[in-house]
Nanobody
Framework: QVQLMESGGGLVQPGGSLRLSCAASGTIPGAATMGWFRQVPGKQREMVATVTSGGTTDYGDMAKGRFTISRNNYINTVDLQMTNLKPEDTAVYYC????????????WGQGIQVPDSS
C-alpha cells in the first residue's frame, strides 16, 4: 500500500505563489506516475500536472506557464510550484500516484485546500 501526504497549502493573494508538496510512503511501485489533480464542488476532478518516473511532465491547460511539477525519486516526493495564482485556482488539490502496467495501482492523498480556508 502507498500513503500520500500533502502539505503546503496557505493563504495567498491573487498573483502570488504557493508550493504544494506530497510525500509518498509505504511500498512505492516502480514506473509509477505521480501528479496533482484538483477539484471544486460540483465539478469533476481535473489533472493539473503529472510527472513520470523518468521525468516526463504533462500539464493541464490551466497550469501551463504558471505551474511547475517536480519529483524526487530518492525520497518519493512530488511538488507543485504555483505562480501567478488566480481566484479560479481555488480548489482542493490531490496528490496521486499511479502505475499503469501490471500490477496496476492508483492511490490518492486526502487533499489540501488552496488557499487555506483557516
Amino acid at each position: 500500500q502507498v500513503q500520500l501526504m500533502e502539505s503546503g497549502g496557505g493563504l495567498v493573494q491573487p498573483g502570488g505563489s504557493l508550493r504544494l508538496s506530497c510525500a509518498a510512503s509505504g511500498t512505492i511501485p516502480g514506473a509509477a506516475t505521480m501528479g496533482w489533480f484538483r477539484q471544486v464542488p460540483g465539478k469533476q476532478r481535473e489533472m493539473v500536472a503529472t510527472v513520470t518516473s523518468g521525468g516526463t511532465t504533462d500539464y493541464g491547460d490551466m497550469a501551463k506557464g504558471r505551474f511547475t511539477i517536480s519529483r524526487n525519486n530518492y525520497i518519493n516526493t512530488v511538488d507543485l510550484q504555483m505562480t501567478n495564482l488566480k481566484p479560479e485556482d481555488t480548489a482542493v488539490y490531490y496528490c496521486m500516484i499511479q502505475r499503469r502496467v501490471t500490477p496496476t495501482m492508483t492511490a490518492w492523498g486526502q487533499g489540501i485546500q488552496v488557499p487555506d480556508s483557516s
